[in-house]
T-cell receptor, first 115, second 112 residues
Framework: NAGVMQNPRHLVRRRGQEARLRCSPM?????VYWYRQLPEEGLKFMVY????????ESGMPKERFSAEFPKEGPSILRIQQVVRGDSAAYFC?????????????FGPGTRLTVT | SQELEQSPQSLIVQEGKNLTINCTSS?????LYWYKQKYGEGLIFLMM?????EEKSHEKITAKLDEKKQQSSLHITASQPSHAGIYLC????????????FGDGTTLTVKP
């Protein structure tokens, strides 16, 4: 049973370009979470999605960031017009159940560098 | 303010020594998780605690959640270089939130 897959593992973008980060949850998991880890900081929640639904996006910056989890295919975190401050590690996690009380399985992360 | 406070921020110990990392909240926690992260990699799930007073062990690592469910400690006995990494506590601050809140992590270095 493959774990949570994220790609690419490393992404370099110039300021103003778009970044697309992909996350394939574990088989059987329909809940996906995106977290951001800035250098020297802990993980910060961004968004929680189920298939075709955004459940909680309270941690998403209001502009330039969007996320989706379509019926088919991976979850996508999209960052438009990237800026240097977007450089961070972006982690995706999945769980089989809604709500708390169940551990989330994390992917290896995508390290975004904005030059 | 930080909802989950982790201490210490970093720790350097000699191989073979014991150590403790703490995770504290001002709110009741509905689930407390410990993860380990190696630099540049993803998070590895270690343990989950849900009940007040609960204690779990895996190999040389023991985690406890206090009765009030506001503080957890992670204790490593006879540390080894393989224990080195960043330890993160995560918690469910709401009974049905789904998302986890994380502390800023504790960087552990074990000197051979």
């Amino acid at each position: 049973n493959a774990g949570v897959m994220q790609n690419p593992r490393h992404l370099v973008r110039r300021r103003g370009q778009e970044a697309r980060l992909r996350c394939s949850p574990m088989k059987g998991h329909s809940h996906v979470y995106w977290y951001r880890q800035l250098p020297e900081e802990g993980l910060k929640f961004m968004v929680y999605l189920q298939k075709e639904n955004i459940i909680d996006e309270s941690g998403m910056p209001k502009e330039r960031f969007s996320a989706e989890f379509p019926k088919e295919g991976p979850s996508i975190l999209r960052i438009q017009q990237v800026v240097r401050g977007d450089s961070a590690a972006y982690f995706c996690a999945s769980s089989p159940w809604q709500g708390g009380g169940f551990e989330q399985y994390f992917g290896p992360g995508t390290r975004l560098t904005v030059t | 303010s930080q909802e989950l406070e982790q201490s210490p921020q970093s720790l350097i110990v000699q191989e073979g020594k014991n150590l403790t990392i703490n995770c504290t909240s001002s709110k009741t926690l509905y689930g407390l998780y410990w993860y380990k992260q190696k630099y540049g990699e993803g998070l590895i799930f270690l343990m989950m605690l849900q009940k007040g007073g609960e204690e779990k062990s895996h190999e040389k690592i023991t985690a406890k959640l206090d009765e009030k469910k506001q503080q957890s400690s992670l204790h490593i006995t006879a540390s080894q270089p393989s224990h080195a990494g960043i330890y993160l506590c995560g918690a469910d601050m709401d009974t049905n939130a789904g998302k986890s809140t994380f502390g800023d992590g504790t960087t552990l270095t074990v000197k051979p």
